[in-house]
Every structure is written in C-alpha cells, then in structure tokens.
C-alpha cells in the first residue's frame, strides 16, 4: 500500500486504496477535468455517473501532506460538504512570504469558507478576531482579484510581543501585530502582480488602528452642537498630550460611526490643516487648529460637507464662533456643525 501515485511515494503510512483502485480514481478525474469539467461541477458528474466513480489528483503545486495528492470525500449523510477534498493542503507561509510566523493558517481552507458565503454582490466584510499573519486578508484580495468582489476585512490582533531570541524578534518584529500587517503589504504586492479579473477595483489598502482610552477628557462626552447657550464657554475637553490631529478625527468617526474605511485627505487651506472624509459631498469636513477666521469657516462651508468639527477652543474670537453656525445655515443648512 505504499506506491507511487501521481508522481510521489509516500515514505510513511500508506496510501488508503490499491495500486489498482487508486489508478483508476486517477483516471476518473482526468476524463472529469478534460471532458466535463467546464460544464459541470465534480459532484453533478459523480451523480451522473450513478454516484459509483472515485476520484483522485494532485494538486498543481505537488506540496503539502502526501505530496499534495488528494481524495475526493463524495456526500453523505454525515459529511456537511457537498463537494470536497480531504488532506486539503496545509498552508506554509514561507511558500510565498518570508515572514517568520509559525503555523499559520491555510489559505486554501479560509478561501473556501468565504466562498461558502452566498452573496451574489461578493460585497461583505470579513471579521478575523485572531489575524495571526493575516492570512484571512490574503485569501480576501486573493478572491477579489480572481472574481472582481468587493469583499473587505476587519483583522484584530492583540499587541502580543514575540518570543525573545525567536526567529521574529531576530527578524526585527516586535509583536505578532507588525507581523500581521506586513504579511498584508506583501500579500497586495503580489496580488496586484497577478492576473487579476477585469472588474475589479484593484483595492489592497487598508488602515491599522489602535484600541485605547478616549483623547477627551473622562467626563460624559459627545460631539456638541454649537448652540446660543454656551457660545461663549470654550473649553479644552482633550486630554493632555492626545491632541494629535489624526488620533482627533478618528475620534470623531468612531463617536458618529462614519466608515472607518472612508478616503480621507487631508488639505492646507489659509494655513491649517483640515481633513475631508470621503468625497464630495463629504461625509465629514474636520479642522482641530486654533485660531479659526470666519474666512476659513466661510470657505469650508463652500465644500457642502454632510459633518463639520472644530475645536471648541479653537475659533479664533468669541464672534467667529458666534457666527460660525449662522454662517453654514446661510450657506449650506444641511451641515451638521459641531465642536469638541
């Protein structure tokens, strides 16, 4: 029971069928591939076959366990799928990736799974509590490129330091996360080099945020509209040392729950910083500056943004932050105007 098949010979265990059985196996896959395979799946020419034929192949690349030959596991009543393979190949990253990352997970099997999802559009997110070496982002962009979907993922990894002295601390990693998203850049590298299917949007960006305690200060807190009754009370709701412009926006999205994936850019106008989110009309136009003119205010108001912020303390005099609501009723009264 130990022979060769399809090119290997496996020098433990043994093979599950005769020499005999599994040659024939073979050939029942090559007239299903060479015959029928652009017609119909493998399971619809089992059943035409009155369910009695056994299949056997290799998969292209010849690597995994027993030299990437496979079994065709046919339905049954105690088999869930309805079409599959068994020993299905175990993925190693090295394979593609130098990347120190021990036991990652299949891509081959998470491929599958996504494809399980009847979603005609192929337009969902994916949600991976334990990235690992984000081999489920991989397998997303891997899809996408292949059939033109729009699938997205959100991947959640825990800061866990890597062993001292192990392969990935001598590789220059300090912690599981910059794995992961190294792993990312070079899965959309590759895949981008790649055939790729003619619809899709060639998308491979995507953005690492940190979970932590709020930038404001730890009272009650929520974006305010900027109303007559406390115009003149200006405060700084920030926290000390946490009034980073970006580490600000992405505490605004998060409190409106905008997109987190959204486009933003960020533009100079008369000397500060101001984000737009999205594209026009913007689902959010934010500048934390001070000193904010009733200039800047007039022009931004001209962008017909869905969402404006500033800084509670950072209009430039009592009178522009008087008349900064009054100015976008004016102009645009579907604004959203708030501080923070």
């Known amino acids: ?49 009155a369910e009695s034929l056994k299949f056997v192949r290799r998969i292209k690349n010849g690597t995994g366990k027993n030299g990437g030959v496979q079994y ?33 997970k299949s891509i081959e099997i998470i491929s599958e799974l996504i494809r399980l999802i009847n979603s005609s559009d192929k337009d969902f997110t994916v949600l991976d509590f334990f990235a690992g070496s984000a081999t489920t982002a991989d397998a997303i962009m891997r899809l996408n490129a292949e059939d033109g979907g729009k699938r997205r993922f959100v991947l959640v990894q825990i800061s866990e330091q890597v062993p001292e002295g192990s392969v990935a601390a001598q590789s220059g990693f300090v912690n599981l996360s910059e794995i992961s998203k190294k792993r990312i850049i070079l899965a959309g590298k590759r895949v981008t080099n790649g055939e790729c299917h003619p619809k899709w949007n060639r998308d491979i960006g995507f953005r690492v945020l940190k979970v ?27 926290k000390p040392g946490r009034d980073n412009p970006e580490d600000l926006l992405f505490q ?35 500048c934390f500056d001070t000193d904010i003119t009733e200039d800047l205010v007039k022009e931004l108001a001209k962008y017909k943004p869905m969402r404006v912020v500033f800084k509670d303390n950072g209009f430039a005099s009592d009178a522009v932050k008087i008349n900064v609501d009054q100015i976008f009723r004016r102009l645009h009264p579907a604004t959203d105007v708030k501080s923070i």
Do not use: C, H
């Open 212 to 238: 932590d305690t709020s930038n404001m200060a730890d009272v009650y807190y929520s974006p305010n509209e900027i109303k007559q009754d406390n115009l003149l009370d200006a405060v700084d709701n920030i």
């Open 1 to 49: 029971m130990r022979y060769e098949l399809l090119g290997f010979t496996p020098s433990t265990g043994q093979w599950r069928w005769s020499r005999e059985r599994a040659v024939e196996a073979v050939a029942n896959y090559k007239k299903y591939v060479e015959e029928y395979s652009s017609q119909i799946t493998l399971e619809e020419y089992w059943r035409k076959t």
């Open 252 to 286: 605004v999205l998060v409190d409106w729950g905008v997109d987190l994936s959204l486009p933003i850019r960020a533009e100079t106008i008369q000397g500060k910083m101001v984000f737009f989110v999205n594209e026009e009309p913007y689902d959010l136009i934010a």
């Open 72 to 104: 065709w596991i046919p339905p049954s009543d105690t088999t869930l799928r309805s079409s599959n393979w068994s020993d299905i190949e175990v993925s190693q990253i090295k394979k593609d990736y130098d990347l120190p990352f021990e036991n990652p």
